[in-house]
């Protein structure tokens, strides 16, 4: 069955660093990739979108890898702050579903 | 726009009773998405419309879940009878196209539903 698999658990950063969260998906060929963030109580909120055929994506401080052959997708914010803070969840889109599936997310914690 | 505007914020129903949660989506988007949200399940998408039109109802656990979308800017999403286990946040969302995002946008979701069925 379609799988994918985020790391569950937290990861604590300094402010400062670079932070690199990992999306792995198996027996899925998406056509569409995207990173959601997620604060405690709100809904998702959308940043970026890279596509099957397009190897990175940048936008200001974020960048996403994306490697159909490893099945996996890389999510880097450089020179993370406190307000980036929240769970990053992986949304792929694609294949024979044709929903977007969203992975269980993963808790980013900055320390000051 | 105010985004995707969800109602009731939180509900805490008995069980047995009906719950009607609501959703406006965004003004222009042409897709809409109903998605639940638990600790062990995470997002699951349990219905989508088109252009007002229900495509995919695959992901409604039952049949106790029902959905409608009566015109462009309001569906809403019903259980009836409740059940503890339908406690869960519900989300909505909504996106200008289903399936190709070719805009590079993804879906806007609203705050959600914190459904309590006790």
């Known amino acids: 069955s379609q799988k994918i698999e985020q790391n569950s658990e937290a990861l604590n950063i300094q402010e400062g660093k670079t932070a690199t969260l990992t999306c792995n998906y198996t027996?899925?060929?998406?056509?569409?990739l995207q990173w959601y963030r997620q604060d405690p109580g709100r809904g998702p909120v959308f940043l970026l979108l890279i596509r099957e055929n397009e190897k990175e994506k940048r936008k200001e401080r974020l960048k996403v890898t994306f490697d159909t052959t490893l099945k996996q997708s890389l999510f880097h914010i450089t020179a993370s702050q406190p307000a980036d803070s929240a769970t990053y969840l992986c949304?792929?889109?694609?294949?024979?579903?044709?929903?977007?599936?969203f992975g269980t997310g993963t808790l980013l914690a900055v320390q000051p | 726009d105010a985004g995707v505007i969800q109602s009731p914020r939180h509900e805490v129903t008995e069980m047995g009773q009906e719950v009607t949660l609501r959703c406006k989506p965004i003004?222009?988007?042409?897709?809409l998405f109903w998605y639940r949200q638990t600790m062990m399940r995470g997002l699951e998408l349990l219905i989508y419309f088109n252009n007002n039109v229900p495509i995919d109802d695959s992901g409604m656990p039952e049949d106790r879940f029902s959905a409608k979308m009566p015109n462009a800017s309001f569906s809403t999403l019903k259980i009836q009878p409740s059940e503890p286990r339908d406690s869960a946040v519900y989300f909505c969302?909504?996106?200008?196209?289903?399936?190709?995002?070719?805009?590079?946008?993804?879906?806007?979701f609203g705050s959600g539903t914190r459904l309590t069925v006790v």
């Open positions: 003004s222009g988007h042409n897709s």
């Open positions: 027996n899925y060929s998406p056509a569409y």
């Open positions: 969302a909504s996106s200008l196209e289903r399936a190709g995002f070719t805009s590079g946008y993804g879906y806007t």
């Open positions: 949304a792929l889109y694609g294949g024979a579903t044709n929903k977007l599936i």
